[in-house]
């Protein structure tokens, strides 16, 4: 079986890259970022990377879990703003 190319732990569009050019650039969107970072935890969990790239993935999957919590916090902080300083429960009908 093939092993994953570093290059392949990064599949969503990226934005352009900050201060440190070598780190990946984060993607343009929550949905791109969770769309990668599934992708990452399934490479992660196979066990077919080799050590650096385990490590890597590690980070990255950081960064994006990262990203994605920040633009959650952001939508909520949003929707607080539209609703009054107490977020209300969102009821589907």
Do not use: N
């Not at 352009?16 to 769309?35: I, K, M, N, R, T």
């Not at 990377?49 to 919590?69: N, T, V, W």
């Amino acid at each position: 079986m093939a092993k994953s190319s570093a290059s392949s732990l990064s599949s969503a569009k990226p934005v352009a890259a900050g201060p440190d050019a070598s780190a990946p650039a984060l993607p343009v969107s929550y949905e791109a970022a969770l769309q990668e970072l599934e992708g990452l935890v399934s490479r992660l969990e196979s066990g077919q990377l080799p050590l650096d790239q385990l490590l890597a993935g590690y980070q990255r999957g950081a960064q994006l879990l990262k990203f994605c919590r920040d633009r959650l916090e952001a939508v909520e902080t949003q929707i607080k703003v539209l609703e009054g300083t107490e977020l209300k429960p969102w009821l589907q009908a």
